[in-house]
């Protein structure tokens, strides 16, 4: 698999009512930086109970 935004191989792959994404760690990490700068990461760690999880 080959990553969503670049050429080059995908180190992570997600799926999604059949839909299947990859992307390379430099991409990976890009994400995960802009997410962290937003709202979103924390809505998604309270909608997945992650710390709360014993």
């Given at each position: 698999?080959?990553?969503h935004?670049?050429?080059r191989d995908?180190?992570?792959a997600v799926e999604k009512?059949?839909?299947k994404v990859g992307v390379c760690e430099e991409h990976f990490q890009e994400q995960m930086e802009?997410?962290?700068d937003s709202?979103?990461?924390e809505n998604l760690r309270?909608?997945?109970d992650i710390d709360g999880a014993e």
């Open positions: 698999m080959r990553c935004y670049c050429d995908a180190d992570v009512d059949g839909v802009e997410l962290s709202d979103a990461l309270e909608e997945l």
